[in-house]
């Protein structure tokens, strides 16, 4: 699966992962803050990926909102 970059929810760093590492369980640890990221066990996967769909939106949104201020 390619790479996926969110914002980190604590801190705002760049997160790039693949995302079927999450799917299967392992966890993801931002760079920055320490902050751990995984899916829980039984949990609700496509809310997750849901979530994370929407988490990639807003990253999205803070590029380009990047971009126009210089």
């Known amino acids: 699966m390619p790479e996926t970059e969110i914002a980190c929810p604590v801190c705002q760093?760049?997160?790039?992962?693949?995302?079927?590492l999450l799917v299967r369980g392992?966890?993801?640890t931002c760079g920055t803050c320490d902050t751990a990221i995984g899916?829980?066990?039984?949990g609700n996967t496509k809310a997750t990926m849901e979530a994370f769909a929407a988490a990639r939106r807003t990253a999205e949104a803070l590029k380009v909102e990047r971009k126009k201020r210089g």
Do not use: H, N
């Open 26 to 28: 392992d966890k993801i």
């Open 13 to 20: 760093s760049p997160l790039v992962f693949d995302a079927t």
């Open 39 to 42: 899916i829980e066990p039984g």
